[in-house]
C-alpha cells in the first residue's frame, strides 16, 4: 500500500494556495441533481471524495466532466434513483443525493451509509426532515427507500445543527411546495455556499449562515455557473504546520472570516497570525503555549481540526485540555500520536495532553482524514522518520499535500508499493 514518509522538517517557510472546499462542493455536486440542466462549478479540488460523487452521478445518468478544477454537470436525463452499497460505503457525504433525488423525481433508494471510525454517523435527523415534508421512508436490507406525491414545505427542527441533515433539507425543499422552516440548522460556511448555488440555480434560500433557514419552493430549477468557497479545513491545517515547525506561511485564497476560532487559539498559543483580505500570514511561536479547547458547531472551534490541533498541543509547554463534542469516537489518533512519544490520555469526551519536548519518528496508521493530517504535522517535528499508513483517508481531501508541504520545504515524500 501507499504510503507517506516524513522527516524532522526545519521551519516551513512560502506562500501556499488553498484549495476549493471539499465539503462544499460535495453538497454542491449533489444539488445539481435539481436542475433540469447544465451546472459548471468551478473551483473544485482533485480529490479522490470528487470523483466518488461524480462517479455516482453517472451511474444516475448524469454526464460530468471535470477538467482544470471545473466540474460540469449535465443531469438533464437522469434515469436511475437508487445509490448502491459499493459507492455509498466509499464515501458518506453520497447520502446527500437523497434530497435532490426525492425534491425532482419523488423517489430514491440509497445504502445506508453507516459508521465509521469517528463515530456511528445516524442519518436520522435526515430522515426526519424528509417524513415532515411528505415523504413515506422504509429501511430495508440495508437501504433507505423513499417517496413521496409530491414534497409539501413543513417547519423542521433540528435536534442537533447537522450540518449535512440542513444540506439535505434545504435541497429537498428548493423544489417543495411551499414553505420550509429549518431551526436550530447548522451555520457553517458550507451551507451559505450551497445555498448561494441553489439560488443561483433560480432557488429561495433565505437566512443560511444563521440558525433559521427559511425556503419557498420553486417550480424548477436551471443549471448554474458557482465557484466554490476555499477549504476552511485545509487551510487550518497549513496553519498548524506554521506553528508546530516554527515557521511562517502565507495561505492564499482564503476567506479569514471563515478561521476565526482558529485564529483566536493560534494566537492563544503564542503564533502571530496576520489577516489580509483572502490570505493569512501565520508565524509559528518560539515557545507553543498550552491551552484547552472545545469543538463545536460552527462558528465555534471545528471538529475537522481537532486532531491537527492535537498534534501541535503535544509538543506545548505545558498541559492542554481537548474536549470533543460533535463526534464522540475522534480521538482514534491518539494511540498514534502516543506512539511517537505524545502523553496524552483520555477521559471520555476529554483528551488531557501534558506537552512534551520531543516527538519520535515511528510507524503509525491513518485511521480517518484529519487524523492522518495530524500524524503527517507530528512527523514533521519528530526525530527521524515517521511512516504514514493507510493515506487513502488523506487523500479524499488534502489536493496534492506531499507537494505543496514540499514547497514549503518539508522532508516529505509519498511512495507507492
Ligand atoms: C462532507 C461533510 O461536509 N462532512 C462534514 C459534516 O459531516 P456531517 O454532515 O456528517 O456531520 P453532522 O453535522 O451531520 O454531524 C454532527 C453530529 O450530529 C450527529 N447526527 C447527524 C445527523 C443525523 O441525522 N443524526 C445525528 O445524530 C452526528 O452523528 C454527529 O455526532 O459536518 C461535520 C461537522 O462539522 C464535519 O466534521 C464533516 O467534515
Ligand atoms: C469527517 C470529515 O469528512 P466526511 O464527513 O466526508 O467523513 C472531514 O472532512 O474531516
New binding site residues.
Given amino acids: 500500500m501507499a504510503h507517506i514518509l516524513v522527516r524532522k522538517s526545519g521551519p516551513l517557510k512560502g506562500n501556499v494556495k488553498i484549495s476549493g472546499a ?2 462544499a462542493v ?2 454542491v455536486i449533489a444539488a445539481t441533481l435539481l436542475a433540469d440542466g447544465v451546472s459548471t462549478i468551478k473551483g473544485v479540488p482533485d480529490l479522490r471524495d470528487v470523483h466518488v460523487m461524480s462517479d455516482l452521478l453517472r451511474h444516475l445518468g448524469a454526464k460530468v466532466e471535470f477538467k482544470d478544477e471545473t466540474l460540469v454537470v449535465d443531469a438533464t436525463n437522469i434515469n436511475s434513483y437508487d445509490a448502491p452499497y459499493e459507492l455509498v460505503s466509499k464515501m ?2 453520497s447520502f446527500l443525493i437523497m434530497g435532490p433525488l426525492l425534491a425532482r423525481f419523488n423517489r430514491s433508494k440509497i445504502s445506508m451509509p453507516g459508521g465509521c471510525a ?11 426532515g424528509f417524513k415532515a415534508m411528505n415523504a413515506l421512508v422504509d429501511m430495508e436490507h440495508g437501504y433507505v427507500e423513499a417517496h413521496t406525491k409530491g414534497l409539501e414545505g413543513h417547519k423542521i427542527y433540528l ?7 440542513t ?1 439535505n433539507i434545504m435541497m429537498a425543499a428548493a423544489l417543495a411546495d411551499g414553505v420550509t422552516v429549518i431551526e436550530n440548522a ?1 451555520e ?1 460556511p ?1 451551507i451559505v455556499d450551497l445555498s448561494n448555488f441553489i439560488n443561483e440555480m433560480g432557488g429561495k434560500v433565505k437566512g443560511a449562515g444563521t440558525k433559521t433557514i427559511k425556503i419557498t419552493g420553486v417550480k424548477a430549477l436551471h443549471g448554474a455557473e458557482h465557484i466554490v468557497i476555499p477549504d476552511r ?1 485545509e487551510a487550518g491545517t497549513y496553519m498548524v504546520a506554521a506553528a508546530i515547525t516554527k515557521g511562517d506561511i502565507v495561505l492564499e485564497n482564503v476567506i479569514p472570516d471563515h478561521l476565526r476560532p482558529v485564529m483566536a487559539k493560534l494566537i492563544e498559543m503564542g503564533c502571530v497570525v496576520e489577516e489580509g483580505e483572502s490570505t493569512i500570514r501565520v508565524i509559528g511561536p518560539k515557545n507553543i503555549m498550552p491551552t484547552d479547547i472545545k469543538t463545536m ?2 462558528p465555534g472551534f ?3 481540526l481537532q486532531s491537527p490541533f492535537m498534534a501541535l498541543l503535544s509538543i506545548a509547554e505545558g498541559n492542554s485540555m481537548v474536549i470533543e463534542t ?3 469516537n475522534r480521538f482514534m489518533n491518539v494511540p498514534e500520536l502516543n506512539r511517537m512519544g505524545a502523553d496524552i490520555k483520555i477521559e471520555g469526551k476529554s483528551a488531557v495532553i501534558q506537552g512534551v519536548k520531543n516527538l519520535e519518528g515511528s510507524n503509525v496508521v491513518a485511521t480517518d482524514l484529519r487524523a492522518g493530517a495530524a500524524l503527517i504535522l507530528s512527523g514533521m517535528v519528530a526525530e527521524g522518520q515517521t511512516r504514514v499508513t493507510e493515506i487513502y483517508h488523506v487523500e479524499r481531501g488534502y489536493v496534492d499535500i506531499v507537494k505543496k508541504l514540499s514547497s514549503l520545504g518539508a522532508n516529505i515524500e509519498k511512495i507507492e508499493d
Fill in positions: 471539499k465539503n460535495l453538497p458518506r457525504a469517528i463515530g456511528t454517523r445516524p442519518i436520522d435527523l435526515h430522515l426526519k435536534d442537533f445543527p447537522s450540518v449535512g441533515a444540506e447548522a457553517e458550507e479545513i458547531p460552527h471545528p471538529t475537522d460533535v463526534f464522540e
